[in-house]
């Protein structure tokens, strides 16, 4: 079992910088990849990256490579995403996601909401 909790979420500028945290815990945690998703609402929830567990390997959404770093802290289950040039479309609810080993995104944050505006 994975705990997450969302934070970072709020209100930026067209071309600001952000940078969501995302709190893992729960006897599953370190074993666990995590990734962050978003949805706008009314639309399909959409990927963004992903990070292995212990750090160990990632992968962005080909439309967000070049803008976007996922990172982990290993000793508090902590990841970090940052999204730089911040566009209007940017605008989303962003979750994490836990996937335990030969598993699938099965744990879920709440979410945080991110609002661009030029």
């Known amino acids: 079992q994975v705990q997450l909790a969302e934070s970072g979420g709020g209100l930026f500028k067209v071309g600001d910088s952000l940078r969501l945290a995302c709190a893992a815990s729960?006897?599953?945690?370190?074993?666990?990849?995590i990734a962050w998703f978003r949805q706008v609402a009314g639309k399909e929830r959409e990927f963004v990256a992903a990070?292995?567990?212990?750090?160990?390997?990632?992968n962005y959404a080909e439309s967000m490579k070049g803008r976007v770093t996922i990172s982990r802290d290993k000793p508090v289950n902590m990841v970090h995403l940052q999204v730089n040039s911040l566009k209007a479309e940017d605008t989303a609810v962003y979750y994490c996601?836990?996937?335990?080993?030969?598993?699938?995104?099965?744990?879920w944050g709440q979410g945080t909401q991110v609002t661009v505006s030029s």
């Open positions: 996601a836990a996937a335990v080993p030969d598993g699938a995104w099965d744990f």
């Open positions: 990070i292995g567990r212990h750090g160990l390997g990632t």
């Open positions: 729960g006897p599953s945690a370190s074993e666990s990849a």
